[in-house]
């Protein structure tokens, strides 16, 4: 077993302008440090291997986070509060049969929860609302998969996609484009349950 874990930040494209953190997560004190930023063009162009996994950040008003490992046929689902991924609770996989994951409306940003019926993880991020006067309702209101968050619920939700996902970071890689944008026809689409309150 690895002493670390080398973890690539998802981000919705608009935040990736600037480039992708990756961190070094230590596996036995939760440790999470930066370790290089990689660039959006490079990203783009070829993706990235000798990665683990995935830490998603949201963008307000939620500053807990969200460590994404493969194991076996399993993505598990770890929190990270105040900064350190929560190594004493066991994590949620996403292959559990009481695996639920949804999607809340909020005014200005939208809830999103993953649990397995005894251990429920919620975020709300911003990133799923662009608010200014001169946006349109679409933009204001951009589809359930802009925040990361939601593209990682959208890809959970679908067999193929979930599958392809494990398969990647099984093998150390990850192709950013591909798992980024909603819009590509990589795989057939399927609706994810979304409240609203």
Known sequence: ?????????????????SGFDRYS?????????????????????KGQ???DGLVLFPT?????????????????LTEVVRGRPDLASDPIC??????????????????????????????????????????????????????PFARLAGIIANEDAH????SDLNKGRFDYPRWSDPMRKTFKRRTSVVSHS
């Open 25 to 45: 997560m230590d596996v036995a004190t939760g440790t999470l440090t930066q370790t290089k930023r990689a660039k959006t063009k490079k990203l783009l162009r």
């Open 163 to 166: 599958a392809k996902l494990i």
């Open 60 to 76: 307000w008003p939620t500053r807990k986070g969200l460590v994404v490992t493969a194991d076996g046929d399993c993505l598990n």
């Open 49 to 51: 291997k000798n990665i």
């Open 1 to 17: 077993m690895k002493d670390s874990l080398t973890l690539l930040q998802f981000k919705s494209p608009w935040q990736g302008r």
């Open 94 to 147: 996403t292959t559990d049969s009481d695996f639920r994951s949804e999607i809340v409306e909020r005014l200005l940003y939208r809830n999103f929860t993953f649990s397995d019926g005894s251990t429920q993880m919620t975020f709300s991020d911003l990133s799923a609302r662009l608010v200014a006067a001169q946006r349109t309702p679409y933009e204001v209101f951009p589809t359930p998969d802009f925040s």
